[in-house]
């Protein structure tokens, strides 16, 4: 018998929910993945409207934002509605509609007024913009009812229970524990936030604690997601459950002791912000380093993929290997360079190519159409490809100093790299085929939800393909 | 789920896939500390709180003594003479409020302390790079190879300040 690590199997209400909280996750997805396009078209002969009101660093704010936070959370809303018991399911549908609202705010905000655009780390800003600002604000109050929805909302029995389904839930609520926790600090940083402090300084502190602790709420729905699909492709997982849930133990152990410095330093204080930079290095990264190898110790015996679940199985090892690329570059970071873009690549778009797996595997479950498996398979292959080629070029790059954030001859380090290909080639090339291969996940998915679902059938859940 | 024959054979392509990217990275990563920092001599002595305050009045000496002109930022471009003690101190989030300058080819000492937590100094194109803790005044003989005008950055994360701890360094000939 198969260790069957997967969430229980839901239907009705909850999964019409759960299918929601997917579409609004690949709307965003889908949008962020627009902005890049203006940009290019606002470069072309053509004297198009919104040339004046979207700048690069306001395309790179609202690409970053919509991927890192409306898209990653959109489907941890997902995760949450499938987790609960089914109970204040209207809770999770304000959410929804919060969040939605927030990201339509926030994505026109540059058309409305002028902005500002601050590329400071986890949450960057269009300062001045109070489109933005109060779409952030939305979108806030929804993953707070999301969250509080996703801690109370569950079957406790079933959430410690010490087999494989427990395990998996355990996962899905820790995240959300942690997303509760990283709103709180967020809220704590804005009260205690020193007088003075402006533009990306300011913004820089006040996200600098939750932005850190929400990486725990990704992590732990990557590693519930590995393990998910782990079992779809018929890995025998060792380990067992127990020593799972001990794992995610630790991510929950480390966002509880996450107010500390609060209350022991001041918020300004450097020893504040590499105390988060601690916890989450040394915090966040043994959960999917043990979880990691189980996983690919069961994938090194489990029976080769078939056609139905070769995009899902190839989408888990491409999660794995960017993950720990992401993770082993992060060990080398100094002075502030592209090292730094690839480690976070690295690791993010592990989460988003395990979650891109998710929703393949989700749409059939949810009472949408299949997506089409050989284009599924083409655009994980190109998407990974693509990843690992920009990821590579980063940190080429940033080994030789090239600099953050900067675009054009600003990020010139001299002649490194060969004659037929730099650092610079490698991340254009790999950003260009990996952006295009986003679109191409929404070509493949979108005409499945498009067309909609049919509600007679569906239940979602368990690990059949 | 799918069913399996309870036959379980190990997947030799994942496995050897596995091991060349494996060792591509600790390859990768392996040059990279070899390669990474050049030799320098170094010397180190612990300090305590209140001898960080002589450091400091060094400092003021120094920019006192040695600045030659105002830059555009309205700091003083200090130009120690060559052979002399160079002192650095970096805090959240500066290398002191005035610009180095240095001459090509003379050899200078560097004096360098951290007034918090442990900071780094580096000058990419002139192959300096050196941690600065708290508590120990780290000595670096110094010769700029170089003539220009460079950043000399943090090489230790420090917080949301790192990415703006940047001082400026002018090489003359």
Sequence with gaps: MHRDYSLPKVEGEQLRVAAGWLTVAVGFLLASGVYPLLLALARTTYDMPWKDSFSFYTMLVLHVDFTVLWWLLAIAGVFWTLSSNGRGLVWSKLAMLLVVLGGVFAGIAPLLADANPLTNNYVPMLENNSYFRNGLLLFGFGILLLTLRGLIAVSFRDVFRPDETGAVQFGVWSAALAGLVAIIVLIWAFLVMPEGLEGRAY???????????????????????????????????????????????IGVLCVLIAPWPFLTLELSDPAFTTWYVWLMRDGNGVAPFFIGLMVFWGLLYAERPTERNHHLYMSLLFSIGLFAVGGVLGLFIGESSTLITAHYHGSIVAVTMAFMAMTYYWLPQFGYASPNLKWAKIQVYTYAIGQFAHIVGLAWGGGHGMKRKVVGTTQDIGDIGFAFITPQNLVGIGGAVAVLSGLLFAIVVLPAIIRGRSDNTSVAGGSEV | MSDSDGKESLNYPLLLATIVIIAIMVGAATMKLLGGDPETKVAKVKIT???????????????????????????????????????????????????????????????????????????????LKETINLGEIRSVAFRPEKAGTFDMVCSEFCGYGHESMVGRLIVTE
């Design chain 2, 49 to 127: 709180k209140e001898q960080l305050a002589d450091f400091t009045a060094h400092i003021d000496e120094m920019v006192a003594g040695y600045t030659v002109r105002v830059d555009e930022k309205g700091w003083p471009v200090v130009h120690p003479p060559a052979g002399s003690d160079v002192y650095i101190l970096a805090r959240a989030y500066n290398f002191g409020r005035f610009t180095l300058e240095l001459e090509k080819g003379k050899s200078y000492q560097l004096k360098l302390t951290s007034n918090e937590i442990r900071h780094g100094i580096a000058v990419r194109e002139l192959k």
């Design chain 1, 203 to 249: 913004y820089e502190l006040l996200f600098w604690a939750g932005g850190h602790i929400l990486q725990f709420t990704h992590t732990a729905l990557l590693l519930v997601c590995w393990l998910w699909l782990a079992s779809i492709c018929g890995a025998k997982i060792p380990g067992g459950p127990k020593l799972v849930m001990g794992l995610f133990m």
